[in-house]
């Protein structure tokens, strides 16, 4: 971390700086745990979205990955990702633009309903494998496991569909996010990989000929002693961890590798508390609780010669309106604070926070760059009129 | 509104959508309230933060707009917005890019630390107004409305700085965005002017030759039956309002102009819900809290021939992931929703989910841009290193 003036002076306004011995760290140490246990490792690439840090999972063997968006996997697709798991159910509008990546990688399907499968045989120009989404308990997407014959009639479709393979059966146990800890954590991920080889043995059983399980999510596969029974994971938060993952004892204070850099313009020493230039949309609003149920939104953490240093809940961000953050912190450290100094921060959910950028200071010293998802999300149909101002209204 | 499925093709993943009629219906509004009063109207673009929408309220006499970033200003100013006020504790660390917009525009700023001042005085390359910042009970930022020589003090620093003229004291009574309802907004804002009034008063008795008086925030604007004792008014969030708006009763549901278009990606009859391709980095996790204290991120609204329709409680966005939404929704209109089709939802706080985005479509058939927040902050100092993403780590 280069703690000259000149570094300092190039903070103007909020900026996500990245730990880059913690990242590469964190890569090394979620690959080694694959390759151990001898699985694939298709790390999700939503949490960082950029092409410089995939090219450190590169470096660690990754030849597979996940995204969440459409957007997602053109943006990796151009950079030279080939194999691409799209995890998200299908969304048929975007069918043209999924072929027009045709040329540039193999992207792989989820599916949950029938009508999804029908708008894939019907639209797709070039073979698919899909995977269908399986539900073990977030409730949020896939069929219930527990429903074998509408897993294998979906199974039987996506193979009667010429350009489709039936893949496999990929899951999301979300609900580990709300684990007392690792030991939580860790019960339910064997629970997941069982209820997934249940599903698996009964397609295998009734003659679909090979099915793959997928598993994603950071607190399962950070802390699983075996991974048995499983073919490929897809965790994504570790890359950066955050004080989610933290206060779940999935991470160490030492695994955090993202920060946001908000220079102080208030300061209120007759209520503990600084204002900072960093509010919801620069953070998100995501929040943990901490004392007495208060949101957290951040904690400080400190800067040192060569990266990030102790995590400091004393300095705590616990309010957020459009551009504000309120921070409090001791009185001590408020006679030491400084109108213009810049305080790093560690955010509640890395994911949300990195999304509100298109590019990383890194403690190397660097700028890196990442997806615009602002700019991702503002393709129009040309169909549409665009940049008619005058004649909107 | 285009009902042909040319224009629904078009939605081919979140795109926020305005009602042209109730947009314009709004800053008509409120731009006549402030008319009938007397008051000067300086209505804050945080929440549109589109040169298109601004025309509106040129149309509407507008002269003299508020702006919370530097980045809004410029936005602004290039847009031939010369009479700006920006209304956060100026980031000192942003003076450099304050001095390159001395051509474009008046820039208007506020302090409410001496350092700020000292920095401001030292700094700034042309003449500025500046308002002392003041804390009507809020507690974000501002010197305590009860500290009036602290107020004072800063007033004569203000004064004694070649370049920097004292205009005034500002408040966000933000408090009152957690009003029980329009009495209580009212009272509250009654109050506010209250003790704005008494600190000019002190002011001018203590030889400070004149003190505008400039009050923020749409709950109060919005309800408000006396201006008297008020300059100006710097309302932002009427332009589209949003549930928190509507939840206090400060506005009708007919005055809600800003939804997000998502497509449905899954279909869960056991448990009457949908997921959307729409999740907090379309939405924002801003929430409100509905029955038994679930959360509510947006409910869904009916789109008609002629713009928006009815408000729908009972279809629910009560889920937020990355990317998926999760939606509650009756029997009955689950079994007619469709893979595929699009839902409009109007969200908890329309300023961060417009932020989230680069352009709106309109129910007048058109598609507007807006700033592009993440470009905006993607800014760097060309002292750093760009684009070396090979070297960063």
């Known amino acids: 971390m280069k703690h000259d003036p000149d570094f300092l002076k190039s903070i103007h306004f909020p900026v996500p700086l990245i730990d880059s ?9 979620m690959a080694a745990r694959a390759e151990k246990a001898g699985i694939f490792f298709r790390p999700h690439f939503k949490t960082h979205q950029s092409a410089a840090i995939a090219g450190l999972f590169r470096k660690a063997g990754v030849t597979g990955i996940t995204v969440s968006s459409v957007a997602m996997a053109r943006y990796f697709a151009e950079n030279n990702w080939t194999d691409i798991t799209l995890a998200f159910p299908f969304n048929i509008r975007e069918l043209d633009e999924l072929n027009r990546l045709d ?7 989820l599916a949950d309903h029938p009508d ?6 019907d639209g797709v120009t070039k073979p698919h494998n899909v995977f269908i989404k399986i539900d073990t308990g977030y409730h949020r997407s896939g069929i219930l496991w527990e429903q074998k014959d509408a897993i294998l009639a979906l199974a039987r479709r996506i193979e009667s569909a010429g350009l489709l393979t039936f893949t496999g059966i990929l899951t999301h146990a979300g609900h580990s996010y709300h684990s007392s800890g690792p030991e939580e954590a860790a019960v339910l991920f064997r629970e997941t990989i069982g209820k997934m080889n249940n599903v698996r043995d009964f397609l295998l059983h009734s003659g679909i000929s090979s099915c793959k399980i997928s598993l994603g999510n950071t607190p399962g596969c950070s802390v699983a002693d075996s991974f048995d029974g499983v073919d490929e ?3 994504g938060n570790f890359v ?3 004080l989610m993952q933290l206060s779940m004892g999935i991470c160490g204070e030492n695994d955090l590798a993202l920060a946001l850099l908000c220079p102080v313009c208030g300061i209120y020493p007759h209520r503990n508390e600084v204002v900072i230039l960093g509010g919801a949309v620069h953070f998100s609003k995501e929040q943990l609780r901490g004392k007495e149920q208060k949101p957290v939104f951040a904690y400080a953490i ?3 010669e060569t990266g990030f240093g102790s995590l400091n809940r004393e300095i705590c961000l616990t309010g957020l309106s459009q551009e504000h953050g309120i921070v409090q912190m ?3 450290q408020i006679q030491k604070t400084r ?3 810049v305080l790093a921060f560690v955010p509640a959910h890395s994911c949300l926070t990195a999304d509100l950028y298109a590019a990383y200071l890194t403690t190397a010293g660097g700028k890196i760059s990442r997806i615009n998802s602002v700019s991702a999300r503002s393709v129009q149909s040309p169909a549409l009129p665009e940049n008619n101002d005058s004649v909107s209204f």
């Not at 040329?103 to 399907?109: F, N, Q, V």
């Not at 999804?116 to 045989?121: D, E, Q, R, S």
């Open 330 to 332: 001791p009185a001590k």
């Open 240 to 242: 950066f961890y955050d």
């Open 21 to 29: 011995i913690r990242v590469s760290r964190n890569i090394r140490m």
């Open 339 to 341: 109108i213009g100094d």
């Open 116 to 121: 999804t499968v029908n708008a894939l045989a």
């Open 103 to 109: 040329k540039l990688a193999d992207i792989h399907l």
């Open 233 to 235: 994971i897809r965790p």
């Open 302 to 304: 400190e800067l040192t």
